[in-house]
T-cell receptor, first 115, second 115 residues
Framework: DAGVTQSPTHLIKTRGQQVTLRCSPK?????VSWYQQALGQGPQFIFQ???????QRGNFPDRFSGHQFPNYSSELNVNALLLGDSALYLC??????????????FGPGTRLTVT | AQSVSQHNHHVILSEAASLELGCNYS??????LFWYVQYPGQHLQLLLK??????LVKGIKGFEAEFIKSKFSFNLRKPSVQWSDTAEYFC?????????????FGSGTRLQVQP
């Protein structure tokens, strides 16, 4: 049973560029959430996708956007990269988006460095 | 805004010592509570969780946590730590009554166990 997978593992981009990160959820899961973890901090919620729609969003600018595909996999896109976007980007998958129990499983993350 | 606090940023213990890591949240409604662990070079793993019922929950690797609703706390404990417990520990909360199914993380506690 494959867990959550993310690609690429590492990425180096220049300020102003755009980046796309990818995530495949754990088998049987239909909800994908994205988090940003800056160095020395806890992860911060970016947004969540369920049934191919963005359902919830954290306090991140519109430069951060995403997509969910019919197979439940997801992409995170960041436009006009800033140095402050350098972080570990985590994908978490779960089952359902509105129930009373909401348990998320995390992938290994993508380390983004903006120079 | 709802928040999660972990007051111990860096803890150093000798093997066999007892561990207690504090976690407090600022919210009076229904919560789902989690502790995640991040071993060096590995991804976030769920250590234990609380949704309802018995406030003392047991997780993997001998860890347990107690939910004290009146204190808005969910402290993590282990009677006797091992060198292999060296890792970063994150407390996370879902504030259920807000309708948002996203984890709010504390800033993490780095545990270093000396042999």
């Amino acid at each position: 049973d494959a867990g959550v997978t993310q690609s690429p593992t590492h990425l180096i981009k220049t300020r102003g560029q755009q980046v796309t990160l990818r995530c495949s959820p754990k088998s049987g899961h239909d909800t994908v959430s994205w988090y940003q973890q800056a160095l020395g901090q806890g992860p911060q919620f970016i947004f969540q996708y369920y049934e191919e729609e963005e359902r919830q969003r954290g306090n991140f600018p519109d430069r951060f956007s995403g997509h969910q595909f019919p197979n439940y996999s997801s992409e995170l896109n960041v436009n006009a990269l800033l140095l402050g976007d350098s972080a570990l980007y985590l994908c978490a998958s779960s089952l359902g988006a509105g129930g009373k129990i909401f348990e998320q499983y995390f992938g290994p993350g993508t380390r983004l460095t903006v120079t | 805004a709802q928040s999660v606090s972990q007051h111990n940023h860096h803890v150093i213990l000798s093997e066999a010592a007892s561990l207690e890591l504090g976690c407090n949240y600022s919210y009076g409604g229904t919560v789902n509570l989690f502790w995640y662990v991040q071993y060096p070079g590995q991804h976030l793993q769920l250590l234990l969780k609380y949704f309802s019922g018995d406030p003392l929950v047991k997780g993997i690797k001998g860890f347990e946590a107690e939910f004290i609703k009146s204190k808005f706390s969910f402290n993590l404990r282990k009677p006797s730590v091992q060198w292999s417990d060296t890792a970063e520990y994150f407390c996370a909360v879902i504030f259920m009554d807000t309708g948002r199914r996203a984890l709010t993380f504390g800033s993490g506690t780095r545990l270093q166990v000396q042999p």
